[in-house]
């Protein structure tokens, strides 16, 4: 697809995907032979002003932020310059000045959740948070905390700025075919081969004796906190949320907030400074307190614990599968009939279950964007075949075992308008996305005060940032 996307653009496309689509999509990690942490490969430096857009500044540390960034995503900065990068940077201000001047809103709670996310990582890297603060030579966690948190608004504000744009942006079936005949024939994409399948899935059960043992550790953890104990301290220690340990247990939410019903219901039920009893959720056990109420808003802590699946219930579990499989195999039931009847994952059983990709939303799966440990298990299998059991270690679900059937698989081939049309159609439509954003950028960056400091003027950029 010479013709369609130049190289100087490849990064822009790439970085402008990623932003955009980052929170929809899981980011393949590909393993890599054992590296030390990104934060201590770079060079030290002064940090200071190296650029200026409308309201917003770019430091020579948000730089490295931002290639920390994207290797906590899982995704490799090898390829990607301090000029590439700075680039990004000042795309990200333009769109965040002009979010700001058009009056979009961003939430607090959801720019704290990802702060969060990226404090844990940091915090991994480089072992402790004070080693953290001191990377980015900052006086204080609360400085660092305050400042990241401005620059991941910022961000949200620039993919808000983003969705503005492209959001009316729709594609004809005679553009999608244009686009397709522009692309020479030597061009033409090479589709890599794609799997549809389905699964069953058997969940260890969980016995009531650790579901009680469960509720007593919260039972007690909610006693040592009314005898004093700090609520926040208990949950940096003790909860199995990833996503708010780092902030002792903390969230803002209303009841438009996408919690599951329980969570809300028993938050809303609280009065200021009162703790639940141990209530349950399809994530575990939790106690919470409720530390305020501002109008719609609870600012609360919860500390969730899980109940542990026995060795027993895990033999027991993988016993029934495999007996589902010989079942299957011997023709005494179908692969879908024994989806629909005693697989476990409610997700999948009403369609046979049949598996959605959770990047397209459509059933085909790419072989080679697929998770390493998934492409594992199915690269090597045909229509029909009926994978070993497998023990899935699910960061959510927990352990579970389950087999896997290849409903149809669709080999490596050239792209063909006809067979092809949706895969080309949503090509047609990132050119056309990626196209309203670059004719955008140009006309904004013409009206708004930009300045590039020191070496940085020297860099060559893809967008017109030094006004020449």
Known sequence: MKNVLNNKRILGIFLFLIGFYGNAQE??????????????????????????????????SDIDKAFLEIESSG???????????????????????????????????????????????????????????????KNSEDEFKTELFEILKQQKLAAEMQKKIIDPIQITPEETRNFFKKIPESDRPLLGAELEMAQIVIIPKVSELEK??????????????????????????????????????????????????E??????????????????????????YLEKIKGQDLELRHILMAAKITPD???????????????????????????RTISDEKETRANGGTLINPKTQDTHFELTKMDPEFYAQVSNMNNGDISPVILDEDPKAGKRYKIITVTNKIEQHIADFSKDYTKIKDLALKEKQINAIAKWSEAKI?????????????????????KK
């Open 27 to 60: 980011i393949i990690k590909e393993k890599e032979p054992e590296k030390k942490p990104v934060l201590q490969q770079k060079r030290q430096k002064v940090d200071g002003i190296v650029a200026t857009v409308g309201d917003y500044i770019v430091l020579d």
């Open 75 to 137: 995704s490799s900065t090898k390829d990607i310059t301090r000029c590439q990068m700075l680039g990004k940077l000042l795309e990200d201000k333009l769109y965040a000045h002009q979010a700001i001047q058009d009056s979009i809103v961003v939430k607090d709670e959801e720019v704290k959740e990802k702060m969060n996310q990226q404090l844990d990582y940091m915090v991994e890297q480089l072992k402790s948070m004070d080693n953290v603060v001191k990377y980015f030579k």
């Open 212 to 261: 009680q043992a469960v509720v007593n550790r919260l039972k007690e953890i909610k006693n040592e906190v009314l005898a004093g104990a700090s609520f926040t301290t208990k949950a940096v220690l003790y909860t199995e949320d990833p996503g708010s340990r780092s902030s002792g247990g903390f969230y803002k939410i209303n009841k438009k907030t996408p919690f599951v019903k």
């Open 263 to 288: 969570f809300k219901d028993v938050a809303f039920s609280l009065q200021e400074g009162e703790i639940s009893d141990p209530f349950e959720t399809e994530f575990g056990f939790h106690i919470i």
């Open 313 to 339: 219930a895990l033999k027991e579990a993988k016993e029934k599968i495999e007996l589902i499989r010989k079942r299957i195999l011997d023709k005494e039931i179908t692969f879908t009939e024994a989806a």
């Open 446 to 466: 013409k009206e708004t005060y930009i300045k590039i400091n020191g070496e940085y003027s020297n860099c060559e950029y893809a967008n017109n940032w030094l």
